[in-house]
Nanobody, 124 residues
């Protein structure tokens, strides 16, 4: 069983930075891909970034390309999301996610495990 616990959310002003962390259980190494999703009030959950463990390939949604960086440290079973140049449109609950089977981590329906979420609020 994979367990995921996010941390690092908070409130920042536009233009600021935050780094989210997702601590995984010992079985996290068995996941095929991991991702960060976000969900703003009244909106659907959307993928922000994904990383594929076998080759380190990354994916970013267009709105965060060049501002966010996803990375993972397998030695400590931790996934990160470094966020720069934050703007109010980035305000959402951010979720760590993992998929244990081959495939893509690009949609909510493809995810096998979820964290509880961490709130990011960006003020103008």
């Amino acid at each position: 069983q994979v367990q995921l616990v996010e941390s690092g959310g908070g409130s920042v002003q536009a233009g600021g930075s935050l780094r989210l962390s997702c601590a995984g259980s010992a079985y996290t190494y068995s996941t095929y891909c991991m991702a960060w999703f976000r969900q703003a009030p009244g909106k659907e959950r959307e993928v922000v970034a994904a990383i594929y463990g076998r080759d380190g390939r990354t994916y970013y949604t267009d709105s965060v390309q060049g501002r966010f960086t996803i990375s993972q440290d397998n030695a400590v079973n931790t996934l990160y999301l470094q966020m720069h140049s934050l703007n109010p449109e980035d305000t959402a609950m951010y979720y760590c996610a993992a998929r244990s089977r081959a495939g893509y981590c690009s949609s909510s329906s493809a995810i096998d495990y979820w964290g509880q979420g961490t709130q990011v609020t960006v003020s103008s």
